[in-house]
């Protein structure tokens, strides 16, 4: 048999000489550019012109972070406003190949995904509004803010409407043991106008306004 040998030419391997420093010298420019140069810029020019968005927006109490402004956080109590419903879900801790419901989970943010006329919706619909009918005092037939009965698209809205907040007041100077008028006062206070005065509606940042009455009825005594 006759070996059959294969050459390269001088000149393609001359082309192949060629190109690899560039290729390599630009690979390396670009990794330093887009991996290292613009993240450290985009950071600094945030961190100076930005700092608290850059920092999370976070909001402190002697020293100690106790949230964000754009992330809400589930209230319970009846001392407290509550916040609109999340969808938000995360792994079960005892099992997980699983996913339970974590309202206001940062780090699944999402909505239900169902349509509206999912029955398994308009069922969760159905049994908040019943809930917060209940809860708040309120006739089987009176209407109730949509915020407080549906998620919002990221599960993570810190807001209600102002609707929202008033049908809880009673409930909320009830557990305080303060007058109504009280927590309407700080309710207003607390309450976040039309951006440019014709943007958005009128509404109140859950923890923040919940902040504020701890801080202004702190020696009142809480009843369960």
């Known amino acids: 048999m006759t070996e059959i040998q294969t050459q390269v ?32 810029a985009t950071t600094g020019v945030a961190q100076l012109l930005f700092s608290d968005q850059a920092q999370g927006s976070l909001i402190t109490r002697n020293g100690q972070a106790v949230g964000s402004r754009v992330i809400g956080q589930l209230f319970t ?22 996913s339970i419901d974590q309202p206001y989970n940062a780090a699944n943010s999402g909505a239900s995904n169902q349509g509206a006329l999912s029955k398994k919706l308009l069922d969760a619909v159905a049994e908040r509004t019943k809930a917060y009918r209940e809860e708040n005092g ?15 698209a990221s599960g993570l809205d ?3 409407s ?10 909320v100077a009830k ?30 940042n859950v923890l923040e306004l919940n902040l504020a009455l701890d801080e202004a009825f702190k020696a009142r005594p809480v009843t369960q």
């Open 9 to 40: 030419s001088p000149a393609v391997t001359s082309a192949f000489s060629g190109v690899t420093r560039p290729v390599l010298v630009s690979a390396v420019l670009f990794m330093i550019v887009t991996g290292l140069v613009y993240p450290l």
């Open 158 to 160: 810190p807001h209600i």
């Open 175 to 204: 557990a305080r043991n303060v007058p109504e008028k009280d927590v309407l006062s700080v309710l207003e206070q607390n309450t976040a106008q039309r951006q440019l005065g014709v943007l958005g509606e009128p509404r109140v």
């Open 138 to 152: 309120l006739a089987a037939d009176a209407k109730v803010p949509v915020d407080a009965v549906t998620a919002s």
């Open 162 to 171: 102002l609707a929202n907040a008033r049908l809880q007041v009673p409930r």
């Open 77 to 98: 109590q009846p001392q407290y406003f509550h916040g609109r419903p999340s969808a938000t879900s995360g792994t079960d801790p005892n099992d997980p190949a699983n």
